[in-house]
């Protein structure tokens, strides 16, 4: 190494003679702003077409979210709505059969169920006695399934060519009103009546079966 060649490199560098290379460029290159700014620009748009994306996307997701949601709310409606209709009908047409039906296995389960003393001095004739056990029999013979089917089986024999509802509405045949004519049913409460007449010992309140169906509607 020169020690001298050094020192008047140092030497100049402490005069100031340390020339300062120009960087050349062409006057549209320079006064174009854009150069300066362009990877910024590429990198700006990749973004917005990325954001763009992610809204569509976050788009269709909430869109099928809320139309399942909408969907499934709507059946939930309409199925309760239909079944409120179906049960206001079916207890229109039902709820005086069932009240009868549930007097009839009442009274004589309350009749057979006597100690021997109370029945022998309420029903004193042995023949009524035995009338009453086999008509107890009889209706426990009918179990609740059994007493729905043929509630169904008489509605089924009842139907006319126009709706059940107006049919029932209709009726004009001297059945309740709100109710139908379930005649296997309907035999037991009469054959009841026809049992307690024969009893005067024996009283039960039955002015909320006669007008039971004023308050069916």
């Known amino acids: 190494m020169d020690v001298g060649q050094t020192e008047i490199e140092v030497s100049d560098m ?48 909430r869109h099928s979210e809320f139309h399942t949601i909408g969907y499934r709310d709507g059946l939930l409606t309409g199925k309760e709505q239909s079944a ?31 100690p021997d003393h109370l029945k022998e001095e309420m029903l004193p004739k042995l023949e009524t006695r035995e009338k009453v056990q086999r008509f107890y029999e009889s209706v426990q013979s009918v179990s609740t399934g059994d007493a729905t089917k043929l509630f169904f089986e008489d509605i089924m024999h009842s139907k006319t060519d126009t709706s059940q509802y107006h049919a029932v509405a209709n009726d004009e045949a001297g ?41 069916v509607k």
């Open 14 to 61: 402490k005069k100031g003679e340390i020339n300062v290379m120009p960087v050349s460029c062409g006057r549209d290159s320079c006064d174009n702003p854009d150069i300066w700014c362009e990877d910024d620009s590429v990198e700006n748009g990749s973004h917005v077409a990325l954001d763009q994306s992610e809204l569509d996307r976050e788009w269709r997701r």
């Open 175 to 215: 059945n309740t009103r709100g109710g139908v004519n379930c005649s296997q049913l309907t035999t037991f409460s009469r054959d009841l009546d026809l049992l307690l007449e024969e009893l005067p010992n024996i009283k039960m309140v039955s002015a909320v079966v006669g007008e039971c169906s004023e308050h």
């Open 84 to 114: 409120q209709a179906g049960f206001n009908m079916g207890f229109k047409q039902s709820a005086l059969t069932g009240y009868k039906w549930g007097l009839v296995r009442g009274v004589t389960s309350a009749l057979s169920y006597l």
